[in-house]
C-alpha cells in the first residue's frame, strides 16, 4: 500500500499539492496523466522520496523502520525512479559536455562508455529476459554521448533493474523516444517483469497504449485528483507492413534545400548510414523515421552543420557544397533547429532563468513577437517561471517558443512532441500547418505514425 496522507508539498516556497490524500494498493499498477504542469512528475518524486512534504505523510507498506536512515537505504533499494530526460542520468554533473560531442571522437576523453555505466552489471543483462529488440549488447562500447535518445532510454531502465529488482517501479514517459517496435518491446517486458517480479508499476504517460498490467488511471489537474477510473490498457502495437512513400528525389523546377549523395557514416566498424540519397526541395514537408540508433539524429547533425563528416561527404546545403568556404554560422542563420540535445546540455545557469528571460537572452530579431507566440500556445501560467521549476511539457514548450520566435528557410524539429499533452501537442500541430509560410522547408523525427500522416508530405525512412 501506498498512502498519502494530508501531504503538503512545496518548492522554493510555492505550494504546490496540499492536504493531498491518495491510497494505491499493492496489486494495482497505475499511469498518471493529466496537462502539462499539473502535477505528475511531481507526485512520482513524491512516491520514490526524492521530495518530502512539509506537512502530512507519504506512507509504503513494504518499507519497515522508524528512523530515517533506515528507510531511506529501503528506499534505495525497493524504489526506482527512471527520469523523463535520459542523459542527466547518467552524466549528470560531468564538466565540459557539449551537444555536439557524440560526433567528435576526439572529444570524448572522459565520458563514459555504456559498459562503465552498467559495471559489473553488464553480466546480467541476459538474465532479465530482455526481448531482441530491447537487447543493448551492441551498444556496450559506445561513448554515452553517442547514442540516441531512444537508446539512452533504454540504458537507464536496464541500468536500475539489473542493479536488483525493485518492490515499486515508477517511469516519467518510458515511452517517448522509442521507436514503435521497441515500444511495443518495453510494454511487453513491463508486463513481463511485473507478473514474474512481483513489481509494482507506476508511470507518467498521455497516451493509451500502455503494458497490459497497468489497469488504473489517475488524472491531475493543478495538483489535484481530477478522476480515478478502472481501464483496460491499450497495448502498443507495431505495424510492420508500414512502408515509406514513394519518392521522386530529383524534381523538375525544384529548388533544393538540402542534397546529399552517397552518404556513408561510420564509427570505427558500426556502420550508421550507407549509400544514402535524399534530396529536399524548397517548401516541401518531409517525416525522417526509422528505428532508434537509425542515424536520423547524425542526418540532421550533418545539416546543421555540427558533425564534422560533412566535409568529407558529398553534402549540399542551400546550392552550395560543404566545405567550400561558408561559414558554420552562415548556414545556422538559415535553419531553426529543435532537438533533445538542447534539453540535455542546457547551461545550469540557464536553468535559474525565467522561460521568457531565456528566450531573450538569445539572438532574435522578432523579439516583439514573443507575446504573440505565449498567448497561442497558452503559456501565460508559467513563461515566467524559473525553468528548473518547469515540468518536462513545459520546457518542451519554452524551447519550441524559442525556435518559433525567428522565421528561417528551414526547419528541422527532432522530436518535437516528446512530454506534451494532447492539447499542446494540437496547438504544435497546428501552428505547424498555419503559421509557417509557403516557403519553409520542414523536416520532422518521429516515431508517431500520426504525426506523419498529420502534416508531412513525404517521408524518408533510414
Known amino acids: 500500500m501506498i498512502e498519502f496522507a494530508n501531504a503538503t508539498v512545496a518548492k522554493s516556497g510555492v505550494i504546490l499539492f496540499q492536504d493531498f490524500n491518495l491510497k494505491i494498493p499493492p496489486e494495482e499498477n497505475w499511469v498518471i496523466q493529466g496537462n502539462n504542469g499539473s502535477g505528475k512528475t511531481t507526485l512520482l518524486q513524491l512516491t520514490a522520496g526524492v521530495l518530502h512534504p512539509i506537512s502530512g505523510r507519504v506512507r ?32 549528470g554533473g560531468s564538466d565540459g ?33 530482455i526481448s531482441e529488440t530491447f537487447n543493448i549488447q551492441k551498444l556496450l562500447e559506445l561513448p554515452v554521448t553517442r547514442l540516441s535518445n531512444g537508446q539512452l532510454k533504454k540504458v537507464i531502465i536496464l541500468r536500475q533493474l539489473i542493479k536488483n529488482i525493485p518492490t515499486l517501479l515508477l517511469m516519467d514517459y518510458p515511452f517517448d523516444g522509442l521507436d514503435a517496435e521497441s515500444r511495443k518491446d518495453f510494454s511487453d517486458f513491463i508486463d513481463e517483469i511485473a507478473i514474474r517480479f512481483g513489481i509494482q508499476i507506476i508511470i507518467v504517460d498521455h497516451g493509451d497504449a500502455l503494458p497490459k498490467v497497468i489497469t488504473r488511471k489517475l488524472v491531475l489537474h493543478n495538483f489535484k485528483i481530477h478522476n480515478i477510473e478502472t481501464i483496460e490498457a491499450r497495448p502498443a502495437s507495431h505495424d510492420r507492413s508500414m512502408k515509406p512513400v514513394s519518392l521522386t528525389l530529383d524534381e523538375e523546377g525544384k529548388q533544393p534545400v538540402v542534397e546529399m549523395k ?10 550508421i548510414i550507407q549509400n544514402l540519397n535524399w534530396r529536399i526541395n524548397k517548401g516541401e514537408r518531409w517525416a525522417l523515421t526509422g528505428r532508434n540508433g537509425s542515424g536520423k539524429t547524425t542526418l540532421f547533425s550533418l545539416i546543421y552543420a555540427d558533425h564534422p563528416m560533412a566535409y568529407s561527404q558529398e553534402v549540399y546545403l542551400f546550392g552550395r ?17 529543435f532537438g533533445p540535445e538542447q534539453i540535455h546540455f542546457l547551461n545550469p545557469k540557464a536553468m535559474r532563468l525565467t522561460g521568457r528571460e531565456y528566450i531573450l537572452m538569445q539572438p ?45 528557410e528551414l526547419l528541422l524539429l527532432d522530436e518535437p512532441f516528446q512530454f506534451l499533452d494532447p492539447e499542446s501537442h494540437e496547438r504544435v500541430t497546428r501552428y505547424l500547418n498555419h503559421h509557417l509560410t509557403r516557403n519553409t522547408t520542414l523536416v520532422l523525427i518521429t516515431h508517431n505514425e500520426n504525426d506523419v500522416i498529420m502534416w508531412t508530405q513525404k517521408r524518408k525512412q533510414i
Open 97 to 129: 559536455l557539449f551537444y555536439q560531442q557524440r560526433y567528435y571522437s576526439m572529444g570524448e576523453t572522459g565520458v563514459p562508455k555504456v559498459r562503465e555505466v552498467f559495471g559489473q552489471g553488464a553480466k546480467k543483462l541476459k538474465t532479465l529476459g
Open 262 to 271: 552517397n552518404l556513408s557514416i561510420q564509427y570505427s566498424e558500426r556502420k
Open 321 to 337: 557544397r560543404r566545405g567550400t568556404g561558408e561559414s558554420i554560422w552562415d548556414i545556422k542563420r538559415r535553419i531553426n533547429y
Open 364 to 408: 532574435h530579431k522578432n523579439r516583439d513577437q514573443l507575446d504573440k507566440l505565449v498567448a497561442f500556445f497558452n503559456v501565460q501560467a508559467y513563461i515566467n517561471r524559473p525553468i528548473n521549476h518547469l515540468s518536462s511539457g513545459q520546457l518542451q514548450l519554452v524551447f519550441l517558443l524559442n525556435m518559433f520566435l525567428d522565421d528561417k
Open 60 to 91: 509504503h507498506s513494504f518499507l519497515t523502520g522508524n528512523d530515517w536512515d533506515t528507510l531511506y537505504r529501503q528506499r534505495q533499494k525497493k524504489i526506482h525512479l527512471i527520469p523523463a530526460h535520459g542523459l542527466q542520468a547518467l552524466v
